[in-house]
């Protein structure tokens, strides 16, 4: 009876009544799921503290089980914001590998680009999401502390070594470790882990026993890893193991439509903090300078932007005024521009804007609307002027 309502409802928590506690009845009982025992003749006492236990017990399980879906729903991919088809089709990488059986990922994307949501995302949508998540910075820890770090170490493994210790491998196991800046791992480092990936197994620092891996190993690098490999600050061979699947998250400048949509996103946090005044959006001139800018800082930069105008900015859009000096310094409001050269034996001014154009286009993926904002004329004068050139294959 209690393997069958195990099978049927397995949260049920069920205690035993019976009149023959021995030992390998109440073991058995153990294994099959029984919370307790409670032997005959029932004594009322003892059957409502038990009930008490058993249904604190319960009370618990609900608690874990919400706050692990509500931790998984904060760290899934739908909290990636962004609509570019870059992108997209970065999430649609990850998502796939999230679900899938491949125990290690490189993230390769400058910083503030969201390599950390997106190791949190696939942690989240994978089989291991109950089990831990443990993220380390391999840029703020010598290669020694590092290795007794990740591997743990046994008793008298150095002279501080006074007990065995559990690396972050063996707590992690039948989780995710995010290894960040793993660029900026040390060399000697870089070989042993490159051996914990191939054979699967490791050892505690000291110790001589084998501990099989069960842990998926995220690494991220704002660097390009292969130019590293290439000019020997990393190594190549761990470079291949850990890019077997890799994810590259691109830049917030090449993906013009999501500036807008995630300045929106950041808009609506700060109002939902400003309680007299609510911002309803950037100005069109901002817009422009937020589509023409380079932010090396990323998503990251673009949120302190908009949380420091929101503090700053008194009417209901974002404006210049607030905006950080060197944002506008690249702008120029008379429209005058600085970069652009007459090349040596002229150009003709049409295709001079033809070509600006097509880049506006290339900036935001193909948006007509986008791409007009960035040449301050409207979608249609540019829909016109690149239709009349072929540069145009679009319905409207
Ligand atoms: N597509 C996105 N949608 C929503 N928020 C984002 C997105 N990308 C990044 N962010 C936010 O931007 C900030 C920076 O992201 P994150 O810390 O993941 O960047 P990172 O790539 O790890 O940067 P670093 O290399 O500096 O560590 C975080 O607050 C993150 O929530
Ligand atoms: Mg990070």
């Not at 680009?113 to 949190?120: C, N």
């Not at 696939?122 to 290669?143: G, K, T, V």
């Not at 559990?166 to 660029?183: N, S, Y």
């Not at 937020?290 to 209901?316: C, K, P, T």
Request: glycine share 8%; net charge neutral.
């Amino acid at each position: 009876m209690l393997n069958e309502i195990k099978e049927m409802r397995p949260e049920t928590i069920a205690i035993m009544v019976t009149g023959n506690v021995d030992v390998p009845n109440v073991v058995s009982a153990l294994r099959g799921g029984a919370h307790d025992f409670i032997s005959k003749p029932l004594k009322l006492e003892e059957l409502r503290v038990t009930l008490r236990n058993a249904s604190e017990v319960r009370d618990l399980r609900r608690e874990v089980t919400v706050a692990r879906s509500e931790r998984k729903r904060a760290f899934s991919f739908s909290n990636i914001i962004g609509e570019s088809t870059r992108l997209k089709k970065a999430i649609e990488v990850a998502t796939r590998v999230a679900e899938s059986d491949v125990l290690s990922i490189l993230l390769q994307g400058e910083t503030g680009t969201g390599k950390d949501l997106f190791a949190r995302a696939i942690h989240a949508a994978s089989e291991r999401s109950d089990a831990p998540y443990l993220a380390i910075n391999c840029a703020a820890l010598p290669a020694t502390l590092i290795e007794s770090e990740l591997f743990g170490y046994e008793k008298g493994a150095f002279t501080d070594a006074k007990a065995k210790k559990e690396g972050l491998f063996e707590q992690a196991q039948g989780g995710t470790i995010f290894l960040d800046e793993i660029g900026e791992m040390e060399h000697p480092l870089q070989a042993k882990l490159l051996r914990v990936l191939e054979e699967l197994k490791f050892r505690r620092v000291g110790g001589l026993k084998d501990i099989p891996l069960d842990v998926r190993i995220i690494a991220a690098s704002n660097r390009d890893l292969k130019k590293c490999g290439e000019s020997g600050e990393f190594r190549l061979d761990l470079f291949y193991r850990l890019s077997v699947i890799q994810v590259d998250i691109p830049p917030l400048r090449e993906r013009g439509e999501d500036v807008l949509l995630l300045a929106e996103h950041y808009i609506q946090r700060a109002n939902a903090r400003r309680s007299n005044r609510k911002l309803k959006g950037l100005s069109p001139e901002v817009e422009r300078i937020f589509l023409n800018y380079s932010w090396a800082g990323n998503v990251r930069e673009l949120r302190n932007v908009i949380e420091r105008a929101s503090i700053l900015e008194d009417g209901e859009y974002v404006t210049t005024a607030h905006l950080p000096a060197d944002m506008l310094s690249s702008h120029d409001p008379a429209g005058n521009v600085g970069g652009l050269v007459l090349p040596p034996g002229g150009i003709p001014l049409s295709s001079a804007e033809l070509e600006l154009a097509k880049q506006a286009m290339q900036r935001t993926g193909g948006n007509l609307t986008q791409a007009a904002k960035l040449l301050d004329i409207t979608r249609d004068q540019l829909r016109y002027k690149l239709k009349k050139a072929g540069a145009y294959q679009g319905a409207n």
